[in-house]
């Protein structure tokens, strides 16, 4: 039995703590124990909690907590942790560190979930013995930016419950609840309100769409710390009669389904699980021309691409896409065949099985 130390600082639920979940529920009982560390207040930790596995708590102030790093030296030696798997900075410098000062030097591993440039190296070419992307750009980054040997960095690509993310299952949608009418097209998004996420491109190309097509109806799934200034702009720009903002959803597969496009407008972006989802659901797909989203998305086939931070070409292509059923058709049929081929979950997991089970070899030999 190997056990595996997750540790997350994060308080927030994004696409990074949605994957860390599926990695510690999708480990086979057999051959693993996962427990994750997490803030006392996380919401991580409450979900896992809820899918009836292991959770232990450690504050974690800033980059070096000397009580955190005990706290979890102390995680290691009483779990006997083989392997350690850091996914944010702060528990990524502390649990680094309580594993190279532990007795039992645990092999670490380093998920690298985001796009965004970084200046220190030293946490992924000294503190991780292997580092872990999301999507192949940001490995690329990696190894040709900053050094770090390609021999010690992975791609392992985020994978999508295809059996929860079903189109072809009894869902259903969100029109009644939010009042649509059952012939007004939707398009919108579901993402945390970060300033990243661009959704202030898809409120400025709006009124553009409306005009197209004045029935249409802009939905925005989500909550986070830009809720205000989306808020703002959509009052300064007169579209509110139009825009449904129903908040934080659990079921975002019924968000989904009641969506006809689904925009994806990042500004940056390492790989994209939204898109993913909503190509599982056989949703027609507008998303940026950034980071790893090039992986994912194949232009005119299994979705379309945009120009950053330009709301005329996000505009023009959802106005495309609403104005033909039929090409939709065509571009989710082939997003929901090609997420079946390669970003299964159950392949994510595999992979990362594969890892732990070669570290593990190492750590003992």
């Known amino acids: ?62 980059n070096f907590d000397p009580l955190a790093v005990a706290r979890l030296l102390w995680m290691i030696h009483h779990y006997s942790v083989d392997i ?43 503190m991780a013995d292997r580092v872990v992307t999301v999507g192949g750009s940001t490995r690329q980054y990696m190894i040709r930016e900053k050094g770090i040997p390609a021999e010690k960095v992975m791609t392992i690509p985020t994978g999508i419950d295809l059996s929860v993310f079903n189109a072809d299952g009894d869902q259903g949608d969100l029109r009644q609840e939010l009042g649509i009418p059952s012939q007004a097209p939707v398009f919108g998004t579901v993402s945390v309100f970060r300033r990243l996420k661009g959704h202030q491109v898809l409120l400025e190309a709006t009124p553009k769409i409306l005009r197209a097509i ?53 500004l940056q972006e390492a790989l994209g699980t939204a898109i993913l989802e909503a190509l599982a659901m056989r949703r027609a797909v507008v998303a940026s021309r950034v980071g790893g989203i090039p992986e994912i998305i194949e232009d005119g086939k299994t979705g379309f691409f945009i120009n950053p931070e330009n709301p005329t070409d996000v505009a023009e292509k959802v106005i495309r896409l609403l104005k033909n059923p039929e090409l939709r058709r065509q571009v989710g049929d082939q997003g929901r065949r090609f997420v079946e081929a390669h970003y299964d979950h159950r392949l994510m997991v595999r992979r990362l099985e594969n890892l732990y089970r070669e570290l593990e070899e190492r750590r003992r030999s």
Request: hydrophobic residues 35%.
């Open 214 to 266: 004045p029935e249409a109806r802009l939905l925005l799934a989500g909550e986070g710390p830009q809720e205000r200034n989306i808020r703002n702009k959509i009052e300064e720009l007169g579209i509110g009669r139009s825009v449904l903002m129903p908040g934080f959803r659990e079921d975002v597969p019924r968000v989904l389904n009641t969506m006809d496009v689904f925009v994806f407008p990042s």
């Open 1 to 62: 039995m190997i056990t595996i130390l997750h540790t997350e600082s994060s308080l927030g639920w994004g696409g990074q703590e949605k994957r860390t979940v599926r990695e510690l529920l999708g480990l086979s009982c057999d051959s693993f124990r996962p427990i994750l560390a997490c803030q006392p207040e996380s919401r991580i930790g409450d979900e896992t909690r809820k899918r009836q596995l292991r959770v232990e708590t450690v504050r974690m102030r800033g």
């Open 84 to 126: 350690v798997h850091t996914h944010s900075s702060a528990d990524s410098w502390m649990a680094s560190t309580a594993a190279k000062i532990s007795p039992r030097r645990p092999k670490v591993v380093r998920t690298r979930h985001l796009n965004a440039s970084f200046n220190i190296r030293l946490i992924y070419s000294f």
